[in-house]
């Protein structure tokens, strides 16, 4: 038995659907961003432990995970190469970052851009001195996860205690359509507003009259009740 199959095997073995549970979570109706998915019901814990079991798998295999319609087999490739970044030198390192680059199609919901954004390409541009301008072209897509992606992979920079990415990014999207956007661009700012609440509130009294709601309320979500109220005011 192939190892793909395997884990295709596995995965049914763990499938515990129930579709008003993945609606709450992901907007699968007719037009919505996650119109095209299936979901299985497996829950990340697992998808992790079955992650660690195929750490070795061959990027070949990974490929057939990340080219699936279902949601969970994408984000268990995507777990796995990640865990195979975090242990890899240098050259296997680049190998990995490009093929990332390369399925960038197939990290297409918000929970596949989470769990693997910040730690590929995020970790790659800072760490590998790779051309961190790629964020900005990211940045100016018309692909909503493509959006999410830049956004997303300045966590990994803001771990770093590198903000003017973060910064830079943000206002770029102040004026994005998506809320999905909304919410990605609004996390970030907060944790970069962890590492540095002045930076945060330098940004605030610059921008918040024009953020989004939803961006703002997750901007501002570790600030004193009084800020809070005072820039939810500015809004």
Do not use: C
């Not at 769990?115 to 990211?138: C, K, R, T, Y």
């Not at 100016?140 to 992979?153: G, N, Y």
Request: glycine share 4%.
């Amino acid at each position: 038995m192939s190892q793909l199959l395997h884990i295709r095997q596995l995965l049914e073995s763990h499938a515990k659907i129930k579709q008003g549970n993945v609606k709450s979570f992901f907007k699968t109706g007719v037009g919505q961003y996650a119109a095209q998915d299936q979901f299985l019901g497996v829950n990340v814990p697992t998808l992790r432990k079955i992650a660690k079991e195929f750490s070795t798998l061959s990027l070949q295999d990974i490929q057939g995970l990340l080219g699936s319609p279902i949601n969970e087999e994408r984000l268990l490739g995507l777990l796995i190469l990640v865990n195979q970044y975090q242990k890899a030198d240098l050259s296997v390192k680049q190998s990995i970052y490009q093929f990332y680059l390369d399925h960038l199609q197939h990290v297409n919901n918000w929970n596949l851009v989470d769990s693997s954004a910040h730690l590929i390409l995020g970790a790659h541009l800072f760490d590998i001195n790779a051309d961190q301008e790629l964020l900005m072209v990211l940045a100016k897509s018309t692909i909503l996860w493509e959006r999410r992606i830049a956004i997303v992979a300045t966590w990994y920079f803001i771990r770093q205690k590198e903000l003017n990415w973060t910064f830079q990014l943000a206002e770029m999207l102040l004026q994005d359509k998506h809320d999905l956007i909304h919410k990605a661009v609004g996390w970030m700012l907060r944790e970069a507003g962890r590492v540095d609440e002045g930076q945060l509130i330098t940004f605030l009294n610059q921008h918040a009259a024009a953020m989004p709601r939803t961006m703002l309320r997750y901007a501002i979500e570790r600030l004193a009740p009084p800020k809070r109220a005072f820039y939810l005011a500015k809004r």
